[in-house]
């Protein structure tokens, strides 16, 4: 943390190589996240973007309060991932999948991974909001028990707790559905 302090204060005073090393040591988690959070590529990639731009304007205002810095790029990225939900739950929308573009991968092939995923997204949806917000950073993003739960601002039991159940829940639901074939 230490080492991410002095590279956050030369971010802070404009250094370029110090913000490039925060956004590559970053990047891919928040974009994982995100991507889990919304379900599409495209979306995700642009809400990314939108968390780096922010990073880019408002990092002379960080402070330290504890936290690793990646818990505030994380706060951003929920925050926009949220917002962006919430816009595409007004709007309605249509999505174009690159798996339906012609391709010479087997059509069944892809239909089944196609149904593997919508049943897996369909279990997803059915968890609490703290179990997805748990399962999107762990899982998603790649972070420790104990960075979730700075960013989400609970205890570590707690999102340990949250895990667990959340793991339970679509078990059982993955489960009861391949029973059913």
């Known amino acids: 943390m230490h080492d991410e302090r002095g590279l956050v204060e030369r971010a802070k005073s404009g250094d370029t190589q110090?913000?490039?090393?925060?956004?590559e040591e970053n990047f891919d988690r928040v974009y994982r996240y995100i991507a889990l959070r919304v379900g599409n590529?495209?979306?995700a990639e642009d809400l990314t973007a939108k968390v780096f731009i922010k990073m880019l304007e408002?990092?002379?205002?960080?402070?330290?309060?504890?936290?690793?810095?990646?818990?505030?790029?994380?706060?951003i990225a929920h925050n926009l991932a949220v917002d962006h939900l919430?816009?595409?739950?007004?709007?309605?929308?249509?999505?174009?999948d690159e798996s339906m573009a012609v391709s010479e991968i087997d059509p069944a092939a892809v239909a089944?991974?196609?149904?593997s995923i919508e049943q897996l997204n369909i279990a997803l949806e059915q968890l609490t909001q703290n179990q997805k917000e748990v399962m999107a950073l762990r899982f998603g993003a790649g972070l420790s028990t104990a960075e979730a739960a700075k960013v989400l601002g609970k205890r570590e039991g707690a999102v340990k707790a949250l895990q667990h159940s959340a793991l339970m829940a679509l078990r059982k639901r993955l489960s009861s559905w391949r029973n059913d074939e």
């Open 18 to 23: 110090a913000l490039a090393r925060l956004y």
């Open 41 to 43: 590529a495209a979306d």
């Open 58 to 75: 408002s990092i002379a205002s960080f402070k330290w309060r504890g936290v690793p810095f990646s818990a505030w790029l994380f706060r």
């Open 86 to 96: 919430r816009q595409k739950a007004k709007k309605g929308h249509l999505v174009l």
């Open 112 to 115: 089944e991974i196609r149904l």
